[in-house]
């Protein structure tokens, strides 16, 4: 069971937790602009990483917030947690490891 | 005489308190402290199973967790029989039964024997390579066979009686193992006043310590430091010490798995759990688990009175028991010399043959012969004598190319053998540490760790005694984040072993069984055959051969059959790996890992208000979701089928009452309310005037339907929205997502209060005369109060929020209560209803008057997969919004498609006949197999109030098809149906305006 | 009918038990009587409302055992009182948030509250309630939503040296969590420590 350092409450541990997977993917403002192909690579398509990976939790049996992780899905270690709307330690840095989503990429 | 093997003196057994047990039904004495093995030593009995697949007589290997060979079922009374435990961790206790396993007629005489002259038939993948054809075999034929020989023991036919126990607890630092290392750590890391936990599988700790009695610790003897160490554990309030506790599995994050064992050992238990699931999360952990005692691979070594050759020394030290008064110890190592001194003091006669030349080995090889003890070095066992005991080893000199010479019987009738040590790697190994092979130790060592702990002591290759307290207290006291260090002064241990994987022998390899793994009766010439049949990865070999499965996993043998492997791949050990270590490290019952999860603890079981009344009118109750619903309310004599015909007649001329309490509600208030309605639902919401309902139905972003309700507006910025039952835990959180991760602009706030509000359904043509003489404050009159409305006011002097709703197309209310009131509304609409003939109804009831009507229900007419338009709904969609969850997606190409599959009514050509529900549909019976399927039946009904049975269907392209015939599978064949429109009664809708 | 009883005539799930110990081993359990309870939701509180304090950490609870305010998120409060005060603590709640938007729900007949005291009841509800317990992490004034078992609760540790819990759950599993802690409670003694 991970232990999961929520940003409001600190560690908790996974049962409390739902996780909703890849993070910084924003819904289009205005999907109806969107090109078939542009919409199903906004509905479907995900990044699977063997590294680090941004994903989505909600500490739905404990705050209630939805934040984000990074976590290394091979080690399960997460390296940062940080609230919605936050930016995570590697880009405030110059980090280059390989976290960058697709929709980091597209941010 | 009783106990004859029992040594006069010594051990940490209690001579004062005997105890007794039986074993085959033959009753043993042995004393407090003593394990079943140890007392069935004490009176002579070596013979305590058969094997797995040959069934050959085995005995007693271990003293410990890696027992492999003496599995027993032990009976501790009614619907308390567990089946293969090791000898060697049951303590023995009065009252206990045990029983050997595999055999039949008896222990004694086995017919399963038979096996072992077969044994060349018996080869490495025997089952693949035999039961394979024909197929028609398969089920009828092998797996019968398979199963009836598959096995070891019985499982037990009645409920466990006992009580299980889970706790989760914390600490700074978790020591698993108690032996010198592990006590160590924790008077290390206890000092610094940090959280402790030390967990130890024994019944008392102390590890090599409650064996070791020559060893001084600090220049007293050993046995004093540990009464000193433990003392002080004790008295320390951030210590918590178990016994009898197993650390079974190391997950993420410093998440172990303990089972303790509580009560056991105990004559009577009591209330007390028979085990507790500690789940421990740790700020460090301390592996010092000790490590495993390496059997010797030659010709017959699994005879009962075969061990290994510190089990012996244990049964003589720690129980005072002597495994044979004539022993020969076999060893290609220095710690054998050990048991042989210590045997040889009990008064045992002694021999030992070492593999070693004099000049191999230590300090060792003179202390035994000062002792006066017969020591055979450079000389290999060639195989053993006798049948159900060992009567002799049969030795031969041997050089350093495996020349050898002439054969030698030592009488004996007990062997210790020991072939090296493997450290106990299991736990950091599920911790996903990276092992590392360490040629000197000839094994397999913690390496790079991947969490927050550390190993000492003989887990970590450290052997000897000094330098495992040093390196112990060590690694407790930097878990417990302080430098301290000591340093130990203690008896050198002897150490250090020649690595060997099968002895050297002069027999035809092919011919002899020299046993690698005892507990799946895996020989070396199994694993080399694999290796020749060519399975070359190490895991291939594990399960070609069943080498290191089932209870042991391979503790004893592993490391022995992964240098066959390599040997006969000419590779390094590292080149070959090691088999993955999964937990359990030792088996866990599966009433430890349930704990209290059973019967009405095993899952929440929610009800409402209404429950004990509908439980007190005669209720049968479904399962919906976490929910025990009432199903429906069968008078005297009646079934299902008479029952809902009843109550949905009652509907329909009359009134009837219907709990619908489960609704998911959700109040949604804020300035925003409205704004976000209108982008979570289909519908448009900004319009919506206050004290109005609609039937809102929402999407997922990719289009298809996630859930349906009636909303009403309370107020400009307050919404009572409802859910279905099963849904409404996923549409508060498909809600929050997108309010807190999309939409944080949005003033709006989710509350859910499915609980707080009650819901009571009155359904029906006199439904408004039942309620009126009960509510305040509300006109109910039809001009003022239209379908889908809403008001406020009190019922019975209650606050209610009255909707005026209906899911069965008849005048309705849904009468919305506080809950702790809902009953006493209930009973008294229940009174008012009377002289209308008011009838309860259930869900079953439900299900039919809305199908008659043709409402669709979520997850039934919808399977994830459905869109708006599929169902016929399409109309809802608000068109001047912009955007909402899913809108995009409705113009996805394939969802635009034709072929899609439609809602539609099905009617069968007989009306008695009722379709099955998820039966197919085609639309010609007689085309050629596969047929092409056109959709399936949603819903399925005998409709009393049409007279006959209706259906709605899934069906491609269905609504073009109206009128037409299509053709239904049934058990029987195909039915003939009719496509309609799915809306069976009252299609003009008029009476719900009533 | 009803409106002489309405307010003081509940009937609470688990009814109006005495506290007991059924165990015999220092977990005393006690279903909560009728008692109001309010979700406040707001982002940008303030310091109080209505004599709450609004600006306690998350995770904490404040007030005394007939009025009590758990902030369990950023925005997020759960506030408990008696029964009286259930008519005008909404308004007065909503009087001194003014123009600032926020959500008062009134969720009474949602909850049921079970006290949990005793010199082991922290061990109890650590059979099926997976956080530290522990002095240093959960001291008295914490609270927090969390698992008890299969279900959802809200665990408060009231201030005060002696360990006293209440445990928030919603109505229909409060069977449920009931029945746990009485199983539990009987396995918190015995230990195999030597």
Redesign the interface.
């Known amino acids: 069971m991970l232990l999961i350092a929520c940003p409001y409450c600190g560690n908790r541990p996974e049962t409390e937790f739902r996780c909703g997977g890849q993070a910084h993917i924003a819904r289009p403002s205005d999907p109806g602009s969107l090109s078939d192909e542009q919409w199903a690579e906004h509905l479907f398509v995900r990044s699977n990483p063997r590294g680090v990976h941004a994903e989505r939790w909600n500490h739905v049996h404990g705050c209630g917030r939805w934040f984000n992780a990074r976590r290394d899905t091979v080690s399960d270690r997460f390296l940062e947690t940080y609230k919605m709307g936050e930016t995570p330690q590697s880009q405030k840095s110059t980090s280059t490891d390989s976290t960058s989503t697709q929709a980091e990429a597209r941010a | 005489m009783a106990q004859p093997f029992r040594l006069s003196r010594g051990g940490r057994i209690d001579r004062a308190r005997p105890v007794r047990f039986t074993f085959n039904g033959r009753t043993i004495e042995g004393f407090h402290g003593d394990s079943v093995a140890s007392a069935l030593l004490a009176n002579g009995i070596h013979l305590v199973g058969r094997s797995f697949k040959y069934h050959r007589p085995r005995g007693i290997l271990s003293h410990g967790p890696d027992e492999p060979s003496a599995l027993l079922s032990v009976d501790r009374g009614p619907g308390r029989i567990d089946p293969n435990n090791r000898a060697s961790v049951v303590e023995a206790r009065d009252g206990l039964k045990t029983l050997s396993q595999n055999h039949w007629p008896s222990l004694e005489h086995d017919i399963g024997a038979v096996n072992d002259l077969l044994s060349p038939v018996f080869v490495a993948g025997f089952y693949y390579k035999t039961f394979m054809w024909p197929r028609k075999f398969w089920d009828k034929v092998y797996e019968p066979f398979i199963r009836a020989a598959a096995g070891l023991g019985k499982a037990p036919a009645v409920p466990d009686p006992d ?1 299980y ?6 600490c700074d630092v978790l020591v698993v193992g108690a032996g010198p290392a592990g006590l160590a750590a924790a008077l290390a890391a206890a000092r610094t006043g940090k ?1 402790v936990i030390l967990a130890d599988e024994g019944p ?2 102390g590890g090599a310590l409650l064996h070791d009695v020559t060893a001084e610790i600090d220049g007293r003897p050993a046995s004093e430091w540990l009464s000193a160490t ?1 003392a002080e554990l004790d008295s320390r309030e951030n210590v ?6 197993t650390a079974f599995g190391y ?5 172990v798995a303990l089972a ?4 056991d ?1 105990l004559p009577s238990p ?4 028979r085990e ?1 699931l500690w ?1 421990v ?1 740790a700020g460090e952990v301390v592996l010092a688990g000790g490590s495993h005692e390496r059997p010797l691979v030659f010709a017959d070594n699994d005879r009962p009175g075969i061990l290994l050759a510190e089990s012996v020394r244990v049964f003589v030290n720690r129980y005072g028991v002597a495994p044979g008064r004539r022993i020969v110890f076999a060893t290609s190592g220095a710690s054998a010399y050990a048991a042989a001194l210590d045997a040889k003091a009990a008064g045992l006669a002694v021999t030992l043959v070492d593999l070693r030349s004099d000049s191999e080995c230590g300090p060792e090889l003179a202390r035994l012969k000062a002792a006066g003890v017969e020591v055979l070095t450079g000389h290999t066992v060639i195989g053993s004598k006798g049948t159900k005991r060992v009567t002799g080893l049969i030795v031969a000199p041997v050089d350093r190319a495996g020349r050898c010479g002439a054969h030698r019987v030592l009488d004996c009738d007990c062997v210790g053998m020991s072939g090296g040590w493997t450290p106990a790697v299991h736990l950091f190994s599920q911790s ?1 540490g990276k092992l590392a092979y360490d040629e000197r130790l000839d094994a397999f060592l913690p390496g790079t760790s ?1 969490q927050a702990e550390r190993s000492a002591g003989a887990s970590k290759g450290t052997y000897d005694l000094a330098a495992i307290l040093a390196e112990g207290f060590a690694a407790g006291a930097a878990a417990a984040g302080s430098d301290e260090r000591r340093s130990f002064t203690a008896t050198p241990t002897l150490t250090g072993f020649r690595p060997v994987r099968a002895m050297p022998t002069d027999a035809d390899p092919t011919k002899v069984r020299a046993f690698v793994d005892f507990q799946n009766d895996v020989t070396a010439k199994d694993i080399k055959l694999a290796v020749r049949e060519g399975f070359h990865s190490i895991e291939h070999v594990k399960r070609y051969t069943t080498t290191g499965m089932a209870t042991d996993q391979g503790k004893t043998s592993n490391m022995n059959a992964l240098g066959i492997v390599a040997g006969q791949l000419d590779k390094t050990l590292p080149g070959v790996g090691t088999t993955t270590f999964r937990p359990p490290y030792t088996p866990v019952t599966f009433g430890a890992l349930v ?3 059973r019967h ?2 095993f ?7 209404i429950h004990d009344w509908a439980e007190e009118h005669g209720a049968t109750f479904e399962n919906v979701a ?2 025990r619903r009432a199903w429906y309310f069968p008078k005297a004599g009646e079934d299902l089928h008479k029952a809902v015909a009843r109550e949905c007649e009652a509907v329909r001329r009359g009134v009837g009452i219907f709990d619908a309490s489960t609704l998911g509600k959700i ?1 949604v ?3 925003d309310a409205a704004e976000f309605m209108n982008r979570i639902y289909i519908n448009p919401w900004l319009k919506l005037e206050v004290g109005r309902c609609r039937y809102g139905l929402m999407l997922k ?2 289009g298809y339907i996630l859930d349906d309700g009636v909303v009403a507006r309370i107020a400009p910025d307050c919404f009572h929205v409802t859910t279905t039952t099963g849904g409404a835990p996923r549409v508060l ?1 498909h809600m ?2 997108y309010l ?3 939409w ?1 602009d949005l ?1 709006v ?1 989710l ?8 819901v009571i359904a009155l359904q029906g043509p006199k439904a408004r005369e039942v309620i009126a003489p ?1 509510v305040d404050g509300i006109d109910l009159s039809p001009e003022a109060f239209p379908h889908m409305a809403m008001r406020s006011g ?1 019922i ?3 606050p209610t929020r009255l909707f005026r709703v209906s899911f069965t197309g008849e005048l309705g209310f849904e009468i919305n209560v ?8 209930w009973e ?1 609409i229940w009174e008012a209803g009377q002289p209308h003939g008011i009838t309860p109804y259930g869900t079953e009831t439900m299900h039919v008057l809305r199908a008659e009507k043709g409402y669709i229900i979520i997850g039934q007419e919808t399977d994830g997969t459905v869109t708006p338009d599929d169902v016929g709904l399409a109309g809802m969609i608000a068109k001047a919004k ?2 909402f969850v899913g ?3 409705l ?3 394939d969802v635009v498609a034709s072929g899609r599959k439609q809602l539609v009514g099905l009617v069968t050509d007989d009306p008695k006949l009722v379709l099955d529900e998820g039966a197919q549909i085609v639309a010609d019976p007689g085309q050629p197999i596969p047929m092409r399927m056109l959709g399936h039946v949603t819903s399925s009904y005998w409709s009393p109030n049409c007279g006959r049975s209706i259906a709605m269907a899934l069906v491609a392209d269905g609504r073009a098809l109206q009128g037409g015939p299509l053709h239904v599978t049934t058990p029987e064949g195909f039915a003939r149906v009719t496509v309609v429109d799915p809306v069976f009664f009252d299609p003009k809708g008029e009476r719900i305006h009533a | 009918m009803l409106e002489a009883l309405y307010r003081t005539a509940r009937a609470l799930p688990l009814g109006r038990a005495p506290a007991s110990d059924p165990a015999g081993t220092g977990v005393v359990i006690k279903p909560a009587g009728a008692e109001a309870r309010f979700a406040l939701r707001i982002r940008d509180a303030g310091a109080s409302a209505a004599g709450l304090p609004l600006d306690g950490p998350i995770n904490s609870v404040r007030g005394d055992d007939r009025r009590w305010i758990a902030r369990l998120g950023p925005d997020e409060w759960l506030i408990g009182c008696d029964e009286s005060e259930a008519d005008h603590l909404p308004a007065a709640i909503a009087a001194d948030l003014g123009e600032r938007a926020h959500a008062i729900v009134d969720v009474s007949h949602r909850n049921v509250g079970i006290d949990v005291s005793g010199p082991l009841a922290a061990v109890a509800l650590n059979a099926g309630c997976p956080l530290d317990l522990g002095e240093a992490a959960f001291p008295a004034g914490s609270a927090t939503r969390t698992l008890f078992g299969k279900a959802e609760i809200v665990l408060i540790r009231h201030p005060g040296a002696a360990p006293r819990y209440r445990v928030e759950c919603w109505r229909s599993f409060s069977t449920y969590v009931h029945g746990l802690l009485a199983e539990a409670s009987l396995g918190v003694g015995e230990t195999a420590r030597r």
Request: net charge positive; with cysteine.
């Open positions: 009580r126990a889970n706790r989760h607890a914390h959280r008392e700790p433990l918590i010490l178990l016994s009898r506790t997950y993420n994050h410093n998440h303790e064992r509580v009560t050992h009591g209330t007390a759990p507790r789940q999360r996903r991947a704990g209290p999860a009405a603890l899952d929440p079981i929610r009800t409402t208000p976490l929910w109040e208030v804020g300035p972003e990719d959180a929050e997502d807190q991760t999309e944080p003033k706030f509350t859910s209060t499915t609980e707080q509000w009650a009960l009190t019975c002097g209650v506080p809950s702790d009131h809902a009953r006493a509304v008294a912009k955007d809108k995009r997606s113009a996805r190409p």
